[in-house]
């Protein structure tokens, strides 16, 4: 539902390209979400939009990263759907939780806490 009123809104745009770019470039860099955060950040978004920026990046991020494994990576075997399979079900009970912790954190303890979280990954890639 987020994503819709990020959609309507127009930034479905902005975040398609930074999706795709982030894609492109976690396979060189790896640590995607440290470089798109302050972007995000500074669209100055409550945090239901901000989330939903979130999952629309990154949902757009590993599409476009599919087609390059089905290139590089030999076929999948049972052992890896299983795996896929129980990723997919956890996918469903974090959004779940997430959604939880969500409702009971105000926008300002949630800006306070995004921030601090950017600033470490921050401190992390420099180190």
Not at 39 to 60: N, P, S, T, V
């Amino acid at each position: 539902m987020g994503a819709w009123v990020l959609i309507n809104a127009g930034w479905y745009k902005l975040l398609l390209t930074l999706g795709v770019l982030s894609g492109f470039a976690a396979l060189t860099v790896g640590a995607v979400g440290s470089v798109v955060a302050p972007f995000i950040e500074a669209l100055d978004l409550e945090k239901e939009r901000m989330i939903a920026a979130f999952g629309i990046i990154f949902f757009f991020s590993n599409l476009a990263k599919l087609p390059l494994f089905f290139l590089v990576t030999k076929p999948i075997d049972l052992s890896v759907g299983i795996v896929i399979s129980v990723v997919i079900l956890l996918t469903f009970v974090g959004t779940f939780i997430g959604r939880r912790i969500q409702q009971s954190v105000n926008d300002a303890l949630f800006r306070t806490l995004f921030r601090s979280v950017l600033g470490v990954m921050a401190l992390k890639l420099l180190i």
